[in-house]
């Protein structure tokens, strides 16, 4: 089992023949992902060869969801070009969006959210790594060969440390990992991906990756308390970040006590989440409440 994405999901990529698209297409596909096609108004007819697979190239999402079933689009364009793309897929009705772009205006975040929201499309994104069920789909740039299908769920704002812990938890292995981005505005929340692990029954444990600035993991964290029965293992990225400062992604900011790692993890702890210091021993954690059968 899976969350939001699965070996039948049927992927379009917007700005597939650009250089990033292209790099990650082949990615994609390397891992097994069902990629259908690309969009490109302007190369619309055309096909372009990955390996031994020959995608065909549309000149609309509308026009690729019809000719394919696409149920799933990963979006590779220009900033000034995502907030278009986004709504194309919504008015196409895709039901999924992994929008990769980073340096997204706050206020065309803000204003495809709202509107894809309105015709029923999931965002993933902006400014994130994507998702991926290893053995089965990978949407967007994680790199599909540094773990292997398993019972953790993974959720995390930051892209780095996804991989790390996919690759500290090899061994154990992910149902699905989620990199939801670190901008002050995104699609898809930590509560969003907690409540799907929920109800997956192939979870069996929940890693939830945080960082300083704003109130996200503090309201995962009350989430967590009244619906989540299963166990959940945490890190926070930002401990030894000056006050003030900006750090990193663009919602890390931290202004007094609010938004400040010590603060999220003591909220995460009052709602029976392990908290691990480092990501090394995050993992060390997940393994142990594993192998307790907590």
Known sequence: MAIYLTKESRVLVQGMTGAEGMKHTRRMLAAGTNVVGGVNPRKAGRTVDFDDRTVPVFGSVADGVARTGADVTVIFVPPAFAKAAVVEAA????????????GIPVHDSVAFHAYARSKGTRVIGPNCPGLITPGGSN?????????KPGRIGLVSKSGTLTYQLMYELRDIG?????????DPVVGTSHIDCLGA???????????????????????????IRD????????????????????????????????????AKKEALEEAGVRVGSTPTETARLVTERLADGE
């Open 91 to 102: 008015d196409a009705r895709i039901p999924l969006a992994v929008v990769i772009t980073e």
């Open 197 to 223: 692990f929920q109800n997956d029954p192939e979870t069996e444990l929940v890693v939830l990756i945080g960082e300083i600035g704003g109130d996200a993991e503090e309201r995962a964290a009350a989430y």
């Open 227 to 262: 619906h989540v029965t299963k166990p959940v293992v945490a890190y926070i990225a930002g401990f030894t970040a000056p006050e003030g400062r900006t750090m990193g992604h663009a919602g890390a900011i931290v202004s007094g006590s609010s938004g400040t790692a010590q």
């Open 174 to 182: 992910f149902s699905t990992c989620v990199g939801i981005g670190g």
């Open 139 to 147: 949407a967007g740039i994680i790199p599909a060969d540094i773990t």
